[in-house]
């Protein structure tokens, strides 16, 4: 069929003949008065602009990207969100493709397109209104790099600054630096800038590595961020289509290529990186990369790779948020208030975790919410441990060797003048006739923690804390022996870490490695494993850990139904204000901690064992499974294995056919018992050993005088 020109009516002649003519006489108005004001100004913006000189060396700051173990950003330090990339770093999808929609007449022009003003202005008068800019990427970057000092200013002056800088940007800079600039800068919406940061937050991946599809998102989500963006919907996606159309037209790539691009369906990280260190996590490590870089202008921009491992983290977070909403279901109930209606100081909890070998801090959980509170209560909040110092007490006694594991310790009461009157601390194991000293800790007699650590000494208790890592300062008092100096919890996860890696210390640490822009050396972390005690001593204390949890205060952890391997002690102050489990598995060491910031009771007789203890539990099986993680606990040389009599601690000699109770214990090479048969042998040279050293003091104060842990129940019926 001919093509047959439309018929006008005389109104539409009419109508027509005033639209073109008001659209022309507006454009050339536009045209002449940004000319007039191109001509008034002097230089870029009256001078409130940067001299075009700096902008090669000009870089904005850049928040560190904070990495998970993997390499994964998952998180950007306070700042302006952005990641600055060489152009030779940019998949070349994405470069071209922002050419193509943006500019495509870019590597012609010199920062002003006459052309595609021309072509603009067009299709404007056709249209009745105006539908297309006439802006280049360079005019763009001229917005984006002095947006502060384009403010105030009238649309004219604007625009003829626009076009005075743009052509100075072109004199000053490459067609490639200007792209650099431009795709390092341009707002890419949620409070990101550039392509590389936009990369990460939208897929998680560098944008070296996007696909086409991806590429195009990114494309199509400069021209109005907030609607375009890879979350946006319908939207997002027919914007994508239509800049694969474009790509495909101007060449950048095949039809084939595009087809299949088209197919694609939306796939984006539901959440980006946390854009401004909304995270205990987050927030620790920029602590620690303030303290090794001082310098801010040298933290711009760096890649900090940390030790995060981000499912033991969701765990971490996850268990210790339903244990809270459980205490306080059980408060609802009537056993006591946790929170006692007080919304500004509502029930909180600690837990970190440190792999033993290297001393990577694998989670940390500072509070209940970070928003609400971001005081981290894990390497921050001094508490008091109570029976989660105790095996610091046994490891330096054994150390000093005024104890074996096989040891009756007399429990009798113990009481101490004190300047403060008579101290008489309680003990909830009622035993008068003695217990080995292995059972004791299992089931956390505080008499016998006491008269062990006063056979040590103080002087070497305290030493035996710092050897393991402990810095805070400890009370040189009888009451520090349970518990009452006030620790971290991410130092109580670091010592016990020592005695599950066999008596070497590695201090915790967040970050493995800094990697700096403008090719900067890198910083990365040298770990050295020290000495801290003696293979042989941590070896014994382990084991006892072990008894703690198969048959005494922690047995809890196996009523939560995890069976790996597992050692750790149970902890809680007076009156049920804190409560404790630290202890480790296979490979990784946790201390978990509940309670007030203001200290008061957390629930009716709150016990570490019932509280904290399956809060560890559970992260422990979400992490490795019931079965946990394998053991990797050898018995070093140092250590001899006898049968002892179990109620009175002398070794039973080869072929003694007694009927009591006997064990396998073990023993530093030299500290074995001497040997006796009882229904054999009749001796009276040889006294039953009884742990019980004379105790006196004077000026103790701040006495921890109760610990509900410790108890003679059976472990199956305990809580």
Not at 327 to 341: C, R, T, V
Request: glycine share 10%; charged share 25%.
């Amino acid at each position: 069929m001919a093509w047959k020109p439309a018929r006008w009516t005389p109104r539409g002649l009419t109508l027509a003949a005033g639209v073109i003519a008001s659209s022309l006489a507006g454009l050339s108005l536009t045209l002449a008065g940004a000319a007039l004001r191109w001509a008034a100004v002097p230089s870029c913006a009256g001078g409130d602009c940067p001299v075009l000189g700096e902008v090669v060396e000009f870089r904005p700051y850049q928040p560190p990207a904070v990495h998970d173990a993997s390499g994964t950003v998952v998180a950007y330090l306070p700042g302006r969100v952005s990641a600055w990339t060489d152009l030779a770093n940019l998949s070349p999808w994405l470069v071209e493709g922002v050419v193509a929609v943006e500019d495509r007449r870019f590597r012609e022009h010199r920062g002003v397109d006459h052309r595609g003003i021309l072509r603009a202005a067009v299709r404007n008068v056709r249209s009745g209104q105006t539908r297309e800019g006439a802006s280049t990427l360079t005019m763009q970057l001229v917005r984006v790099l002095w947006v502060d000092g384009l403010q105030g200013y009238s649309k004219w002056r604007r625009k003829a600054v626009e076009l005075r800088a743009a052509r100075a940007l072109e004199r000053e800079l490459t067609k490639d630096q200007i792209l650099e600039f431009y795709l390092n800068s341009v707002y890419m919406g949620t409070g990101v800038y550039g392509v590389e940061a936009a990369s990460w937050d939208y897929f998680g991946k560098p944008a070296s590595e996007l696909e086409l599809w991806e590429a195009a998102s990114l494309v199509g989500t400069i021209k109005t961020p907030a609607r375009y963006n890879p979350r946006g919907g319908e939207p997002a996606r027919q914007r994508r289509d239509l800049v694969l159309e474009v790509m495909e037209r101007e060449g950048v790539v095949s039809s084939a290529e595009a087809a299949e691009a088209l197919q694609q369906p939306m796939r984006f990280l539901e959440e980006g990186p946390d854009h401004q260190a909304g995270s205990y996590f987050a927030s620790a490590v920029d602590r620690e990369l303030r303290r090794l870089v001082p310098d801010p202008a040298r933290r711009s921009g760096a890649r900090v790779f940390t030790t995060l491992d981000r499912r033991a983290q969701a765990s971490a977070e996850a268990r210790l948020a339903e244990q809270i909403r459980r205490l306080k279901a059980q408060a609802a109930e009537g056993a006591a208030d946790a929170d006692d209606g007080d919304r500004e100081r509502p029930l909180q909890g600690a837990l970190v975790m440190v792999e033993m070998e290297t001393g990577a801090i694998r989670a940390v959980v500072g509070g209940r919410s970070f928003d609400e509170s971001e005081y981290n209560r894990a390497t921050q909040a001094r508490r008091q441990p109570g029976s989660a110092f105790k095996p610091i007490v046994f490891g330096a006694a054994l150390e000093a060797q005024t104890l074996t594991l096989a040891d009756r310790i007399d429990l009798s009461p113990v009481r101490m003048e004190t300047d403060e009157g008579l101290w008489e601390p309680k003990d909830l194991v009622e035993d008068t006739t003695g217990m080995p000293a292995r059972f004791a800790l299992a089931r956390s007699s505080n008499t016998a923690a006491i008269r062990i650590g006063m056979a040590a000494g103080l002087p070497a208790v305290r030493d035996f804390a710092r050897r393991l890592g402990v810095q805070s300062p400890i009370a040189p008092y009888p009451s520090t022996l349970l518990g009452a100096s006030e620790l971290t919890p991410l130092e109580l996860a670091a010592a016990y870490a020592v005695i599950g890696n066999g008596g070497l210390a590695v201090d915790p640490y967040l970050i493995e490695r800094i990697e700096f822009p403008g090719g900067q050396p890198a910083w990365q972390r040298e770990t050295e494993p020290r000495r801290a005690i003696q293979p042989e001593v941590a070896f014994l204390v382990h084991s006892a850990l072990v008894d703690v949890v198969n048959r005494g205060t922690g047995y809890s952890i196996r009523r939560e139904g995890y069976q790996g391997p597992a050692a750790g002690k149970t902890g809680t102050t007076n009156e049920g204000y804190d409560a404790w489990f630290v202890g480790y598995d296979g490979r990784l060491s946790a201390a978990v901690w509940i309670g007030f910031d203001q200290p008061r009771a957390i629930v009716k007789e709150a016990t570490g064992g019932g509280i904290a203890a399956p809060v560890w539990a559970r992260v422990m099986m979400d992490l490795a499974g019931p079965s946990g993680s394998p053991a990797r606990w050898r018995r070093p040389p140092g250590l001899s294995e006898v049968l002892v009599d179990e109620s009175m601690g002398f070794r039973v000699p080869d072929g003694c056919e007694s009927t009591r109770p006997a064990r396998m214990e073990l023993f530093l090479v030299g500290t074995e018992p001497v040997s006796f048969c009882p229904d054999f042998e009749l001796r009276t040279d040889l006294n039953v050993p009884l742990v019980a050293p004379p105790v006196e003091t004077s000026g103790v104060t701040n006495l921890s005088t109760v610990d509900p842990e410790n108890s003679t129940v059976d472990p199956e019926k305990s809580s």
